[in-house]
Structure formats: structure tokens, C-alpha cells
């Protein structure tokens, strides 16, 4: 087993223990929803991922051994990752969760993947248009979590 199937084998485990730890959360009448109901979605997303991780790699087991050529690690691109979001993470009581998320999201796919021409400027912009409106429909609309309004935006 690789490294990502002992990877995915432990964040499983440790989803599962901590999704059983939530069933002892004692609700209250007043609320609908008790204060296990927001972790164990996390933690059952997290549970199914990491177990479609372990089949992946059990399954990839099975293939033809491909060319093990080795891959140039970028680390300051992880680092500069790092910052990004640490920008991302201080920007939002100025900027609001829908601003610093569409900038964040568009900022990062252009890093990592930098557009050619405009065409790739318009997939960034859409993909983090969606992504911060989407997110903000279901935490803020759906769920009634309140996200950060932006001092500056009030937004």
C-alpha cells in the first residue's frame, strides 16, 4: 500500500472515532439542530473521501506499474500557497467571506494553474464567482451560518 492509502486509511479511522465521539452530544429541545449535526456532515465527508482514497489505491495496485519518472517539488510554490491563504484568512473581517473568498479562489487558481490568454482569465473568474457565491448560498441561505461581513464592505 502507498503512501496515500495509509494516508487515507488513517484520516478514515480517525473520522470514524471522532464521528462516534458526536453521538454523545446531548441536543437541546430548544434547537432543532444539536451541536453534533454540523460535525458529523464533516466527518462523514471526510470518512467517504478518504475511503474512496484507499480503493483508489488499492485499485491502481492492479494496473501495469507506469514510468516512475520523478517530479520536480515546487516548495516555494507551497509556501507562497501558504501565504495566499494567510492573506485570505486576514482579509476576511475587512473584506467580507464573498470578496476575500472570490479573490482567494481566483487568486489561487491563477497561481497554480496561471491562465493563457482570456479565455482561462474567464474559467478563473467563473470558477471563483461560483465558488464563492455557492458556498455562501449554502453556509449563510441553507444552513444559517453566519459568514464574516467586511468592515470596509459591509458586505
Given at each position: ?148 461581513r467586511g468592515r470596509w464592505t459591509d458586505?
Amino acid at each position: 500500500m502507498s503512501r496515500d492509502g495509509i494516508a487515507g486509511l488513517a484520516v478514515l479511522a480517525a473520522s470514524l472515532v471522532l464521528f462516534a465521539l458526536t453521538l454523545d452530544l446531548k441536543g437541546s429541545p430548544m434547537v432543532p439542530v444539536g451541536p453534533g449535526f454540523y460535525p458529523r456532515i464533516v466527518l462523514a465527508l471526510t470518512a467517504l473521501l478518504s475511503l474512496g482514497l484507499v480503493v483508489s489505491d488499492v485499485l491502481s495496485r492492479k494496473e501495469k506499474p507506469k514510468d516512475k519518472t520523478k517530479q520536480k517539488l515546487n516548495y516555494p510554490l507551497v509556501a507562497i500557497s501558504f501565504g495566499v491563504f494567510a492573506l485570505y484568512a486576514a482579509a476576511l473581517p475587512w473584506l467580507g467571506f464573498r470578496v476575500a473568498t472570490f479573490l482567494f479562489v481566483g487568486g489561487t487558481n491563477a497561481l497554480l494553474d496561471p491562465p493563457r490568454g482570456a479565455k482561462g482569465w474567464d474559467r478563473a473568474v467563473a470558477l471563483a464567482l461560483a465558488t464563492a457565491v455557492l458556498t455562501w448560498l449554502v453556509f449563510e441561505r441553507w444552513l444559517s451560518v453566519l459568514l464574516p461581513r467586511g468592515r470596509w464592505t459591509d458586505f
